[in-house]
C-alpha cells in the first residue's frame, strides 16, 4: 500500500490514522502486524477507501475532543468498525490493551504493566505513569531488570 494522495485526503488530520490502522491489519511486512492481521483483526471492508473512515468518525465520533485522545477499538479482539471505535486517553487505551507476546522473549510474554518489548533494540522499556504523564526510566536487558527499576520508581 503506498502512501498516495488518496481523494486529496493525504493532509487531512485522521488520514495517518486510516493509513496505520489499515497496514496493521493487512501488511505482513508491517512489524505490528502480528497483533492485529496476524490474530484476526480486520478494517470494516468500507474503511478501505479513507474517506468513508474519515466520514465515519467526524460523522460519529466527532472531532478530536482533546490534546492527548487518539482512537480507540472499545473492543480490543473486535475489528475495526462501525460501533466499535471511540476516542480515548492514552490511559484508557493502555488499560484496553491485550497482554503483548513478545516475538524474541523465550518465554513468550512479560504480563508486566508498564514493560514493553522494543522489538529494534531487542531491549525492555520500563515507564510509570503518574497525573496523566508517563516518564520512561530507561531500556533493559531483561524483563526482570525493567520490572525491578519500575518497582522502585513506584
Request: one cysteine or more; glycine letters at 10%.
Amino acid at each position: 500500500m503506498d502512501a498516495v494522495n488518496y481523494h486529496g485526503l493525504s493532509y487531512h488530520p485522521m488520514f495517518g490514522t486510516w493509513y496505520r490502522m489499515v497496514r496493521r491489519c493487512t501488511d505482513e511486512n508491517q512489524l505490528w502486524y502480528m497483533r492485529y492481521g496476524g490474530r484476526g483483526i480486520r478494517v470494516h471492508e468500507a474503511w478501505l477507501d479513507p474517506a468513508a473512515y474519515i466520514a465515519y468518525v467526524e460523522t460519529e465520533l466527532g472531532p478530536n475532543p482533546a490534546p492527548g485522545y487518539s482512537i480507540d477499538r472499545i473492543d480490543n479482539d473486535g475489528h475495526y468498525e462501525p460501533g466499535n471505535l471511540r476516542w480515548a486517553t492514552r490511559s484508557q487505551q493502555n488499560a484496553n490493551q491485550s497482554q503483548r507476546v513478545l516475538p524474541n522473549y523465550p518465554t513468550g510474554q512479560s504480563g508486566r504493566r508498564g514493560i514493553r518489548f522494543i522489538a529494534k533494540t531487542g531491549r525492555f522499556q520500563a515507564r510509570v505513569s503518574r497525573n496523566g504523564r508517563d516518564r520512561v526510566l530507561g531500556t533493559f536487558a531483561t524483563v526482570d531488570e525493567a520490572v525491578a527499576a519500575r518497582e522502585a520508581a513506584l
